[in-house]
């Protein structure tokens, strides 16, 4: 693939600067590319915000309309970085387009509306790939690694957390990520990241079990020049924790939070098996923890312990700046997503995390979220 794809992005709020920062950067990470691409079109809510969307970004144009992108011949990639509630319907219509799609998590908002996908993908020619990218930094993929050559060995129970602190002020305005309405909710949008990734590395799961919190019963709408505008009812959850089983009966615990005061973007595991254990710290991106029970305790603890390895930037050659011993940031992960995509369009052979992969962790989200309701474990088959 010489010519560049032409990409179309829906939505251009925080998630969606950060895609056009991966596809505007990538050559300078990455040689080669696997398909270069060309920013075509970016589409928000309002004319003005798209014009200025297409000005920062660098898109040849703007538009309110997203179907705008999905019209025009020279836009192959459609990127879908919109609130919660709107991914379905411009899911289905990228799909019955047969563009490659690009999607933020989570792929919906309901496992209802996950089905209607997954019908959808039955005919569909494109490629689709979730935007998980705490799968892609090099300390997660390393884990990925040691899970599948055996070092945990028959696995024993697990711990995870994603946690954030913006939450604890009562007076924060509502934002569409805190409106039921709008698919919000912590679950949806902090849970949906680690439960993915517990799952991705040690599982499938059997049952889940949870319990979901408001911390205040109302907040502020946003209001005019940045004063608090009226009070409305908070329906979405700003904590939530879930139990896991996995079929040879392990447990473990996962948390998700918008009220962990002192947190910033704690993202963290820690799994343990009967041969060895891992943990990870997304506050400590550079390094990876492995406890290897093979390791001799004696003399005098011999060489048994954990010990931490320096994942920093390796990505296995395939990335060129920065140099594998630099330190590692919050962006690269996402950096990294977006070329495992690129490199599934360009050979013609479908990533993981798929769009089918999205209907999974769907459900999971949703019998997780009829767990917190029902307050009975929920089958996760």
Known sequence: MDAPLGVGLIGFGYIGKVHAYGYRTMPLFY???????????VATSRPETARRAAEQGGFAFGTADWRDLLDRDDIHIIDIASPNHLHLEQLLAA????????????????????????EALAGYRGIGQMTLQYRFYPATLRAKQLVDEGLLGNLIGLRGAYLHAG??????PMGWKQLASAGGGVLRDLGS?????????????????AETRVLYPTRPLPGAEGEPGERVDVEAEDQVLMWLQAPNGALGTLEASKIATGAEDELRFELHGDRGALRFNLMEPNHLEAYDLRDPDAPLGGHRGWKR????????????LPSGKAAVGWMRGHLHCLYHFLQGVAAGEQPEPSLQAGVRLQRMLDAAERAAQSGAWQDLA
């Open 167 to 172: 939450s604890v002020d009562p007076e924060r």
């Open 309 to 320: 390895i320096d994942t920093v930037q390796h990505y296995g050659g395939a990335s060129i």
């Open 193 to 209: 990241h680690i439960l993915d990734l517990v799952d991705h590395l040690v599982g499938p799961f059997d049952r889940v079990l």
């Open 95 to 118: 799909i019955a387009a047969n563009k490659h799609i690009y999607c933020d998590k989570p792929l919906v908002v309901t496992a209802e509306e996950a089905a209607r996908v997954e």
């Open 31 to 41: 040689d080669p590319l696997p398909v270069p691409t060309r920013l075509v079109g």
